[in-house]
T-cell receptor, first 116, second 113 residues
């Protein structure tokens, strides 16, 4: 079941530069998308989300872009900091009709390493 | 800042034994979830719980699994007869409205030997 895919297992970026993490989905019923950050031995930490009625949402250094026609979203981190080094998960849910109760489908994750 | 807490952080159990994983969701949240992550694999949905009943469950959540909210604060996942393949990180999560972001606990590492 590959409804949410993160095709890049890892990304390496220099401190101060932009990190761009990508995510593709196949289920057209998904209408809410989230990015989580995860450190080893910890639970996923919510970063930012976007509803399908928007194409961009910004929160500080983090911006999520949604391209519904391409079924693609991306997370931009500007400027990247060494503390951003973690695994980043894309997740999606389908809330239309009120039947999903918030079930999240996750991608495989991308390991981001930000070098000083 | 409110957080989801899980106990224990690590549980080792013998195959065939019952285990109960415990979670305290954020107090004003109404939707509760269990997810698991087998080493090297995706985070997978197990079950969602709302209004004191299961609202959705995955194929993984078979008759060996059950959830309960025994009081106003705890949310538990029971595995009746553990198998080796149940070894994973189990994450509890909660959300306020179901259609908003879910907040995760730090996880319980279950090792079945």
């Amino acid at each position: 079941d590959q409804q949410v895919k993160q095709n890049s297992p890892s990304l390496s970026v220099q401190e101060g530069r932009i990190s761009i993490l990508n995510c593709d989905y196949t289920n057209s019923m998904f209408d809410y998308f989230l990015w989580y950050k995860k450190y080893p031995a910890e639970g996923p930490t919510f970063l930012i989300s976007i509803s399908s009625i928007k194409d961009k949402n910004e929160d500080g250094r983090f911006t999520v872009f949604l391209n519904k026609s391409a079924k693609h979203l991306s997370l931009h981190i500007v400027p990247s900091q060494p503390g951003d080094s973690a695994v980043y998960f894309c997740a999606a849910s389908s809330n239309a009709g009120g039947t999903s109760y918030g079930k999240l489908t996750f991608g495989q994750g991308t390991i981001l390493t930000v070098h000083p | 800042e409110p957080e989801v807490t899980q106990t224990p952080s690590h549980q080792v159990t013998q195959m065939g034994q019952e285990v109960i994983l415990r979670c305290v969701p954020i107090s004003n949240h109404l939707y509760f979830y269990w997810y698991r992550q087998i080493l090297g694999q995706k985070v997978e949905f197990l079950v969602s719980f709302y209004n004191n009943e299961i609202s959705e469950k995955s194929e993984i959540f078979d008759d060996q699994f059950s959830v309960e909210r025994p009081d106003g604060s705890n949310f538990t996942l029971k595995i009746r007869s553990t198998k080796l393949e149940d070894s994973a990180m189990y994450f509890c999560a909660s959300s306020e409205a179901g259609y908003d972001e879910a907040f995760f606990g730090q996880g319980t590492r279950l090792t079945v030997v």
